[in-house]
Every structure is written in C-alpha cells, then in structure tokens.
Nanobody
Framework: QVQLVESGGGLVQPGGSLRLSCAVS????????LGWYRQAPGNQRELVAV???????NYADSVKGRFTISRDNAKDTLYLQMNSLKPEDTAVYYC????????WGQGTQVPVSS
C-alpha cells in the first residue's frame, strides 16, 4: 500500500510557473513508477508525465519543454515543475504510483487564469 499527498496547487496567471509536490509513503515506495495526471472539467484524466525508479521520464506532447518531472528518493517526494503555464493547463492534478496496482493522491487544483 502506498499513500500519496499532493501540495503546491493554486491560482497562477498565464505564463507563470508553479511547482507541485507529492509526498510518497509506504513499503517499497522507491521501486514505484511515479507520475502526474490531470483532469480538466468535462474531460477524462490524462497523463502529464511519468518517471521510473531509475529516473527515466516520459511526457505528454502538450507539456514537453514546459513541464519537468523529478523525484527525490531520499525525501520520498515527487515533483512537477510547470513553466509557461497556459489556460488549457487548468485542471486537477493527481500524483500516482504504480508497481502492479496504481495508487492515487487526492488531487490539487491548478487554475490558470488572469
């Protein structure tokens, strides 16, 4: 069992930056592939970025070059640095952990608006 708690969401203006954090706890947490997903109103949840236990990353095309996923295994924390934010990035952002099953955090809201 893995527990995930996101933080760092909030209102940001277009063009601005924000860093999300996700505290990861549980047995063998460092072995998990961690990720960020988002869900905008009326849309399905979609992948934003993932990072494996050894640091390999993968991004959605819509965020490549603007978002950076990272993990600090010493602190058991996952991060998402978001730059050049756009209104279409507005969503609830969820962190995830997957080994066999997938676990989810409670989500944090990121409205991008002037």
């Amino acid at each position: 069992q893995v527990q995930l708690v996101e933080s760092g969401g909030g209102l940001v203006q277009p063009g601005g930056s924000l860093r999300l954090s996700c505290a990861v706890s549980g047995r063998d947490a460092r072995a998990y592939t961690l990720g960020w997903y988002r869900q905008a109103p009326g849309n399905q949840r979609e992948l934003v970025a993932v990072i494996t236990f050894d640091g390999s990353t993968n991004y959605a095309d819509s965020v490549k070059g603007r978002f950076t996923i990272s993990r600090d295994n010493a602190k058991d924390t996952l991060y998402l640095q978001m730059n050049s934010l756009k209104p279409e990035d507005t969503a609830v952002y969820y962190c995830s952990a997957r080994l066999i099953n997938i676990y989810w955090g409670q989500g944090t809201q990121v409205p991008v608006s002037s």
